[in-house]
């Protein structure tokens, strides 16, 4: 027996937990890759264990976000996420109570885990507590919350460094997952996993590389890819044109401040009818193009004009996205969907910063923004390009 169609979006004390979770997941992988590298105690002794460390959460949920993905497909969402959260919890607690280098390898390898079981169930859930036509909304508001923990992490994350140390801010991690895993237990209906059609890896390859799914998917790396250049690059560009930490953390926090406030509006905008996704998607990838643009230009203005772009793009593209994806995959199959999205957009995490650097370590920073530009305005151009044939 199918768990039927719902019909109204789901009371607001369902989402809430969800959009924590997304908080959760945010907060925890900014919070400490932003002060690791600050930390002045002996657990961080050279680069190369600083690149280490912050590999290892990014590592984990490159190879673990499909598995559990799938696995919520297999049991429910619900205990997928309540099983992320109190394993982040736990591998938080562990350097919190250690305070040991070789355990703050085990404890960020595990948060990475963790972070891989609920994100992906969590943007389920969210996709199945609500009707097709309020999923723009949904994604909109889970995105904001998000944007608020990337936001939030380096702040809050330096705040508790400088005030006890990294086994402070592990401790806020430990007790922010288990109230959220409380949280979600109490709020969270148990939705019961979908009967489906068995499925082999020739289906799974055939949906994956459906445009269904490899358009909106792309769109998302892109738009991680450019957020993530722009929060690592934008103050490097700052500096070199003589700016203060001051002005180039308020353009982070410009680029941030706009990709939350954005995402909302626009999946609202998607479900009114007043935007398409396909239009939406070209829109956002337009403008942080022309982001990117703005930020070649040297000087203030056009540090912080490439910010607000950037952050206005990405918070186009993420709910439509993510709207889109659930739009075209069937309920009994959300989480694998999502599991493997959250793929894509590691990899346009990490691809993007690569490549700005790469190009910008042969010619200039300048160069890397153009080739950045160049290859968004190239995947809106595809984009357009499919929608016409599509419609011919």
Same mark, same amino acid.
């Given at each position: 027996m199918t768990t039927p169609v719902v019909s109204q979006a789901a009371p607001a004390r369902q989402m809430w937990p969800l959009y924590a979770a997304g908080f959760t997941t945010a907060f925890g992988a900014h919070g400490i890759a932003a002060n690791l590298g600050g930390y002045s105690g002996d657990t961080v002794t050279s680069l190369l264990v600083l690149g280490g460390l912050l590999a290892l959460y990014d590592g984990a949920e490159v190879l673990l976000k499909p598995v559990f993905g799938t696995l919520a497909d297999r049991v429910g969402a619900r205990p997928v996420l309540l099983g992320g959260l109190v394993a982040f919890a736990a591998a938080s607690a562990v350097y919190a109570?250690?305070?040991?280098?070789?355990?703050?390898?085990?404890?960020?390898l595990g948060q990475g885990a963790a972070a891989s079981a609920f994100s992906p169930s969590a943007s389920a859930l969210v996709a199945r507590l609500n009707p097709a036509a309020k999923h723009g909304r949904a994604f909109g508001s889970y995105g904001f919350y998000k944007s608020i923990g990337y936001t939030l992490g380096p702040l809050l994350g330096g705040v508790l460094v400088w005030a006890g140390g990294l086994r402070l801010l592990f401790v806020v991690l430990a007790v922010l997952g288990a109230v959220v895993a409380a949280w979600a237990a109490l709020a969270v209906p148990a939705l019961p996993p979908l009967p489906k059609i068995r499925q082999t890896v020739l289906d799974l390859a055939r949906r994956l590389a459906d445009p269904a799914f490899l358009g909106p998917t792309g769109a998302l790396a892109a738009a991680t890819a450019a957020l993530s250049v722009g929060v690592g690059f934008l103050p490097v560009s700052g500096l070199a044109a003589?700016?203060?930490?001051? %002005?180039?953390? @308020?353009? #982070?926090?410009?680029? &941030? %401040?706009?990709? @939350?406030? #954005?995402?909302?509006? &626009?999946?609202q905008a998607l479900d009114d009818g007043r935007?398409?996704?396909?239009?939406?998607?070209t829109a956002g990838l337009l403008t942080a193009a022309a982001g990117f643009v703005c930020a070649m230009s040297p000087g203030l203005a056009g540090v912080l004009t490439g910010a607000a772009l950037i952050g206005i793009g990405t918070g186009l593209i993420t709910p439509l996205g993510f709207a889109a994806l659930a739009a075209s995959t069937p309920a009994?199959?959300?989480?694998?969907?999502?599991?493997?999205?959250?793929l894509g957009r590691e990899l346009g995490d990490a691809g993007g910063p690569l490549l700005v650097a790469g190009v910008a370590t042969l010619t200039t920073l300048t160069h890397g923004y153009a080739a950045l530009a160049v290859l968004l305005a190239a995947a809106a151009a595809v984009g357009l390009v499919h929608r016409r044939s599509a419609t011919a």
């Open positions: 109570i250690a305070d040991s280098p070789g355990w703050l390898w085990a404890a960020r003589g700016l203060g930490t001051v %002005a180039t953390g @308020a353009a #982070v926090s410009v680029l &941030a %401040a706009c990709a @939350a406030l #954005v995402q909302p509006r &626009a999946g935007l398409t996704t396909r239009m939406g998607i009994e199959r959300l989480g694998q969907t999502m599991g493997a999205a959250e």
